[in-house]
């Protein structure tokens, strides 16, 4: 398919009460047709894989167009120019968390940007630096605990954030870290206690609502059998 024929498929399926229905959970609602990720995953898989047509979808500015465009873009063809360049112009936190997951993560710089992006003061560029600890610790089974122990040092640091959209993001970071194994577990547990005791209201919320996960007989059977 060519994009235009995307586009056209797109505004098609524009539902006005499905896009009031995201608005009313955060959703920002500048360009946003109203499709749904699951028929926009269906529409992915259709077109498959394809770089520079997902450059065009993301320059489109259009909502849905560029959620698609983390789904067919190609991985090993993505440098951290256009990294930069698509967190910068992030604006709603599913783009962000779905970029993140569909394609950010599985590049080579995905450990590099989230040092940089979490230490930045844009908001959804800091929430898409947590967003990655968050998949990488589900999904990068090579990395080792080193990694997510550092990780957990910028979790700490950036903790006092009160925007929701961050605070949110650091608190998955240390949720998914925590539920890797054992040691990370313990680190995790640790570092929530710490996080509580800084008296910021972010900081609270950030290490009950962990400690809360991490410490549950759910994750505590599935880790200590």
């Not at 505004?11 to 946003?32: Q, V």
């Not at 950010?104 to 995905?110: G, Q």
């Not at 993001?169 to 996080?195: D, P, Y």
Request: hydrophobic share 45%; proline share 2%.
């Amino acid at each position: 398919m060519t994009y235009e024929e995307i586009m056209a498929v797109l505004k098609a399926r524009a539902n006005p009460e499905n896009a009031k229905g995201m608005a009313r959970f955060g959703i920002n609602s500048d360009n946003l047709l109203g499709v749904s990720v699951m028929e926009i995953r269906k529409l992915a898989r259709h077109i498959g894989k394809d770089h520079f047509l997902a450059l065009s979808l993301w320059q489109s500015g259009v909502h849905e167009a560029k959620i698609m465009a983390g789904l067919v873009d190609v991985p090993d063809m993505v440098d951290e120019g256009q990294m930069e360049e698509w967190a910068k112009e992030i604006d709603s936190w599913d783009i962000c968390d779905l970029t993140c997951n569909n394609l950010f993560r599985k590049t080579v710089f995905a450990h590099g940007r989230t040092m940089l992006w979490a230490a930045r003061s844009e908001e959804f560029v800091k929430r898409a630096g947590f967003v990655l600890v968050a998949t990488l610790a589900v999904h990068d089974k090579t990395a080792g605990d080193a990694v997510f122990l550092e990780y957990l040092s910028v979790v700490e640091r950036e903790s006092g954030d009160e925007r929701n959209f961050v605070r949110k993001a650091v608190n998955w970071a240390l949720r998914q870290i925590g539920k890797r194994n054992k040691n990370l577990n313990r680190s995790a547990i640790e570092t929530a206690h710490r996080i509580q005791a800084l008296g910021s209201s972010s900081a609270r919320w950030i290490g009950r609502d962990a400690l809360r996960e991490l410490e549950s007989p759910r994750v505590m059977k599935r880790l200590y059998p």
